[in-house]
């Protein structure tokens, strides 16, 4: 076994449910760990200097496109070393937050993390999505089908024409009714979400540190 990478996505650092769930997963992770934390530390944006570096050979590169280029296989390099991952995205104006969004668009590289023609090398790793929301997107909630997150990311990253990689998902929800008094209601259902989310977390990573094994 490699390592677990963690991708980090929340602004919130300490107080973020996401990163509380997935400390209950590493808890249980027996492995080393790789963190990489976007709040922290963001990737910038993908410029045309880096679209264009990757299909300019790296003599023929300007000094901006080889060094966006070095930047994507730096993070394509931490990325494709790992055997499972670890990704804390919660749920931002019904998407992804926009530094996740950035970090994806500089690892998605035809030719290193992507094969068009074939799988691509990532096929079949672990992942697991932790993703806190404030509000409850499940079945029969009144923002049923309103998660553009989840549904975006278990594509972008399971889907066998991209990243392939067996993704499943964390969804701890109502986050927002211990501090908004109109959800108050809701703190019981906040309250079951949270800890079938941390016993879900601490599972998948004992299950998971097995199949390594
Ligand atoms: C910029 C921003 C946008 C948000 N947008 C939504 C949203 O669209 N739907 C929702 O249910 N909660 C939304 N929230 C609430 C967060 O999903 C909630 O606070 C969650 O716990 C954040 O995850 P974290 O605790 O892991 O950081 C938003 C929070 C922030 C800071």
Redesign the pocket.
Same mark, same amino acid.
């Given at each position: 076994m490699s390592y677990l990478l963690h991708i980090d996505a929340?602004?919130?650092s300490e !107080?973020?449910?996401?990163?509380k769930v997935a400390k209950s997963f590493r808890a249980e992770w027996q492995g080393p760990v790789v963190h990489r934390d976007l709040a922290v530390s963001p990737v910038p944006h993908l410029s045309a200097a880096g679209i264009s570096a990757r299909s300019t050979e790296p003599a023929q590169r300007t000094p901006e496109q080889a060094e966006a280029a070095t930047l994507q296989d730096e993070l394509i390099d931490e990325f494709l070393g790992a055997s499972a991952y670890l990704f $804390?995205v919660?749920?931002?104006?019904?998407s992804m937050p926009s530094v996740f969004k950035a970090w994806l668009d500089q690892i998605m590289v035809d030719g290193r993390t992507l094969d068009f023609a074939n799988a691509a090398p990532t096929t079949g790793r672990p992942a697991v999505v932790i993703s !806190?929301?404030?509000?409850g997107?499940g079945p029969g909630a009144p923002?049923e089908g309103r998660d553009h997150l989840v549904p975006t990311l278990e594509t972008i990253l399971g889907w066998s024409h991209t990243l392939g990689l067996d993704v499943t998902t964390v969804t701890?929800e109502l $986050?927002?009714a211990p501090v908004i008094p109109a959800m108050a209601g809701l703190l019981p259902l906040h309250e079951a979400s949270l800890a079938e989310a941390h016993a879900q977390a601490r599972q998948l990573a004992k299950d998971i540190d097995q199949q390594a094994a």
């Open positions: 929340s602004s919130l !107080a973020s449910v996401s990163g $804390t919660p749920l931002y104006n019904l !806190a929301r404030g509000g997107y923002n701890p $986050t927002m």
